[in-house]
């Protein structure tokens, strides 16, 4: 008898010493998808109405709604600076400086886009109707152990709709909770846009999760935040952000919106199934290793469509060459190799190269099946 009990940490391998991302560095990726790893062969366990120990529970998320942590400030107006009667004498300065700073932003260290939406650019999806935040389908998608949902999915046959218009409101510190909400939350609208037709198209039902930014420590329907950290939580459908994620890899905006973009793929595969089939899947296993690459392969996959998401938006966000770049080294560096000594791996996300490869085929994916990870050859998802 294999008794497979759900680990208290973000690992689910708990049958060797696997203790999750804290004990060897920041992570970002995780998906805590409020599914635990059952024994094999069970049914899915029925949702109780109540969430449970750090996994969450695999089911109806309608009864744990997105509240927001300890720490978290709603976007409010900064106060205004009351000037003085000589304000003028300063104006020259005051610009220029604006100049040189907003100049050393779009250009500089943050890496922040120079946006470029124009009305002569001809976007795609522009007669969607983006659902609301947080309305529509209260729980992800059961297969009810389907593996094609895996390998075929209807979704795979669907373009990579480009360029989509995105017009996120602009970040000058990444260390802004704020600024990182308000963005975050427009992010979502534009993945949305981006997912959403296709989604719809394949026979699936779209949903634009909220995005919830916090900046202390907290306890979540799928377990607890941690500082750094960022991920999607299937038993509510959200996405969690820290206010400090930058510090995962030195990441630029461009990189942060990555991050967020990885974590809504998780909202993809939730919504076409692929979240829940690859519970199915690890249950199945006869051994550890298959219910690490099951792991893997949705990780990178999640790479993948990150990517083709951040080609989707280039033209109206500004995203360049420089910024592609970034994202791959931003990908690497989260590896688990990174994290690893070699004795451990493979793990649950993939080693630096297959993240960057991942990633490099999403940025020239024309469909999303080019993003069909659980079809690839085992050495493209070590």
């Not at 008898?1 to 696997?18: E, F, L, N, W």
């Not at 409101?169 to 963005?183: E, F, I």
């Not at 916090?214 to 999607?232: D, I, N, V």
């Not at 820290?242 to 942060?256: F, I, M, P, Q």
């Amino acid at each position: 008898m294999d008794d497979v009990t759900p680990p208290q940490t973000h690992g689910p391998y708990p049958r060797r010493a696997y203790v999750g991302p804290s004990s060897f560095g920041p992570r970002w990726g995780h998906t805590h998808a409020g599914m635990p790893v059952a024994p094999r062969h069970a049914a899915p366990p029925p949702y109780t109405g109540r969430p449970g120990p750090a996994w969450g529970h695999y089911g109806s998320p309608h009864q744990a709604p997105l509240h927001p942590p300890p720490g978290y400030q709603p976007w409010q107006q900064p106060p205004r600076r009351r000037s003085g009667s000589a304000w003028w004498l300063a104006l020259p300065i005051v610009v220029v400086a604006l100049m040189v700073g907003y100049f050393a932003l779009t250009r500089g260290g943050l890496g922040v886009p120079e946006q470029v939406a124009r009305e002569d650019v001809a976007y795609v999806n522009e007669d969607y109707a983006v659902p609301a935040t947080g309305e529509g389908p209260t729980q992800i998608v059961d297969t009810r152990d389907n593996p094609s949902v895996l390998t075929d999915s209807a979704f795979y046959g669907q373009p990579v709709p480009v360029p989509v218009r995105c017009e996120p409101a602009d970040v000058t510190n990444l260390s802004d909770a704020a600024q990182l909400q308000r963005r975050s939350s427009d992010m979502s609208e534009c993945l949305t846009r981006t997912f959403g037709p296709a989604l719809e198209a394949s026979g699936f039902e779209a949903y634009q999760p909220r995005v919830l930014v916090y900046s202390a420590e907290g306890t979540t329907p799928c377990g607890e935040l941690e500082l750094p950290g960022a991920f999607y939580c299937g038993a509510n459908q959200g996405i969690y952000l820290s206010s400090d994620v930058a510090e995962l890899g030195g990441l630029n905006l461009a990189g942060v919106d990555y991050v967020l973009a990885h974590e809504y793929a998780h909202n993809v595969q939730g919504r076409t199934g692929i979240l829940i089939q690859r519970v199915y899947e690890q249950r199945k296993a006869t051994d550890e290793a298959r219910e690490l690459e099951v792991s893997r392969r949705l990780e990178t996959q999640a790479d993948c469509l990150a990517a083709s998401f951040i080609t989707s938006v280039s033209e109206s966000v500004g995203y360049t060459d420089r910024e592609r770049g970034l994202i791959v080294a931003a990908a690497r560096s989260v590896g688990d190799d990174m994290f690893l000594p070699p004795e451990e791996l493979p793990s649950t996300h993939g080693v630096s190269a297959s993240r960057q490869l991942w990633t490099e085929r999403g940025f020239a994916a024309t469909m999303f099946g080019d993003c069909n990870t659980f079809v690839a050859p085992a050495d493209e998802v070590r």
